[in-house]
């Protein structure tokens, strides 16, 4: 790990790296049911040798800095911004900024079936299929089953896939001896990987197979690959946890439920956004109150939920939302990286809750 440091980024690497040392000492990595994490191998099912090449991407922006890296480049600066199967505005830290960022470029396109935040800024919005009219490849979040995506019902008028609308856009990039295939040859190209291994296309065809690829216990009899053969567990951290300030003194932790991913809800709720905290953390507010919460970039109404089993130094809200709805709680979430991996700093962002 890097050199201790007391910020938001070190704490986000560290409480990952603590999560899986839990599962090691506790005799919870290399049996069946064990382990943290189904994050593993989820896009090696797929041939994406493609993307390898340097001329494919000369330059590389790190995507929890998305908005201010648009706003700041300038050797040279980005003039346009394409957008797919993605919503970034409400899925990245400090939305305004991404948001700032999309609307100010010469031309920024987003391809989307819906008039999602990130449509709402930009210049040209073309219309793609939803999973019912899709015609693709399906990995999983989760899991590690894999399937493929067949219309059910033709897509309306005008309305391609997104396969059709790269192929149109390499095109007249002249890339298009890369996606110069049909959509049936394509899944073959992307399943190469896996095709000898029992996820042909014809074998995805006759129901979902598992991506076999991925390991059924990771560490299995609990062998780790290192010089040692045990697990190296981190022996160094800042021993002086993070403390908010006086004026923010609460924790914004926002996150995935049952019902929200981001931007992805089962129904977008009504009203203002739902904050749960112990009731000691907001004296002089009731349940069901509305309340104002704040973080250096900014603020939003919210309606109170007092929960006496929650810490009192935290705020827990759904991850995500519509910032066109005012619940966006990534547009209070500084843009910050951690110390490893390139991620966003969520959860160690600051906060206060008032009156209304």
């Known amino acids: 790990m890097s050199s201790p440091a007391s910020s938001a980024a070190e704490a986000s690497a560290i409480a990952t790296q603590t999560l899986d040392a839990l599962a090691a000492v506790s005799g919870n990595l290399g049996v069946a049911g064990g382990g943290v994490s189904f994050y593993f191998r989820r896009r090696a ?6 993307t390898d090449t340097d001329e494919s991407a000369p330059r590389r922006l790190p995507e929890p800095l998305l908005g201010r890296a648009i706003l700041e480049a300038s050797d040279p600066p980005v003039r346009i911004v394409w957008v797919m199967a993605g919503n970034p505005v409400a899925m990245l830290p400090d939305s305004l900024s991404v948001a700032r960022a999309l609307e100010t470029r010469e031309l920024t396109v987003v391809v989307d079936a819906f008039l999602t935040d990130t449509a709402r800024h930009a210049h040209l919005v073309l219309p793609t299929t ?4 899709d015609d693709d490849l399906l990995g999983a979040y989760g899991n590690h089953w894999l399937g493929e995506l067949r219309p ?7 309305v391609r896939t997104d396969y059709e609308i790269t192929q149109e ?3 007249r990039l002249g890339l298009d001896a890369d996606f110069s295939s049909g959509i049936e040859d394509w899944k073959r190209r992307m399943l190469r990987p896996v095709e000898g291994r029992g996820a042909s296309l014809e074998e995805l065809r006759r129901g979902a197979v598992r991506n076999p690829l991925a390991e059924r216990v990771l560490f299995a009899d609990r062998r780790f690959p290192t010089p040692t053969g045990r697990v190296n567990l981190i022996h160094e951290i ?3 946890p993070i403390t908010p300030p006086p004026e923010r003194p609460l924790f914004l932790v926002a996150i995935s439920t049952e019902k929200a991913q981001s931007s992805q809800w089962v129904r977008p709720p009504e009203g203002p956004a739902v904050a749960t905290v112990h009731p000691d953390a907001v004296p002089g507010l009731g349940d069901g109150d509305l309340a104002r919460i704040s973080s250096e970039l900014g603020s939003m109404t919210v309606r ?5 089993r929650q810490r009192r130094d935290i705020v827990l809200m759904a991850k995500g939302g519509a910032l066109s709805r005012g619940h ?9 990286l951690t110390d490893a991996g390139l991620g966003a700093a969520y959860y160690d962002t600051p906060v206060r809750i008032g009156p209304a």
């Open 45 to 50: 099912p797929f041939d994406t040798s493609f």
């Open 238 to 240: 800042d021993p002086d």
């Open 169 to 171: 856009l390499a095109r």
């Open 328 to 336: 966006c709680t990534n547009a209070l979430t500084p843009a910050t």
């Open 152 to 158: 059910v019902v033709a897509p309306p008028e005008g």
């Open 130 to 133: 939803t999973l019912l009219e």
């Open 304 to 308: 109170l939920r007092l929960d006496a």
